[in-house]
């Protein structure tokens, strides 16, 4: 085991498509994309918090036990999102990778 096994949180990563239809009832869908990004298509139901936004979630997410379902375009911000919930206390959050390979309808 090397020093960087001890820096690296894991984490829960999933498929979109499949994340979706096992979605729980009390969970939040997270779009880490920019506004623009978000208004030109989303998953429907989903709440947009800009990556660099993600230190206000308190505001939108209270409740630290809330599973988190979190996306971007490719996965790379949603990955960054996922690490920093993590850091900070929210405790059931899983990375859906990037809106690229949704199948579903996006909601404008």
Do not use: W
Not at 3 to 24: C, G
């Amino acid at each position: 085991m090397g020093f960087f096994d001890f820096v690296k949180k894991e984490h829960k990563t999933m498929n979109i498509n499949a994340a979706l239809k096992n979605l729980p009832e009390s969970a939040v869908i997270i779009d880490v994309r920019e506004p623009q990004e978000y208004a030109q298509g989303h998953i429907p139901g989903s709440i947009n918090v800009p990556v660099m936004a993600i230190r206000r979630i308190g505001e939108r997410v209270p409740d630290k036990s809330t599973p988190l379902f979190v996306y971007c375009r490719s996965g790379a911000r949603s990955n960054r999102a996922v690490m920093y919930l993590l850091d900070t206390g929210y405790s059931d959050v899983t990375d859906m990778g990037g809106v690229a390979s949704y199948r579903g309808t996006l909601e404008t």
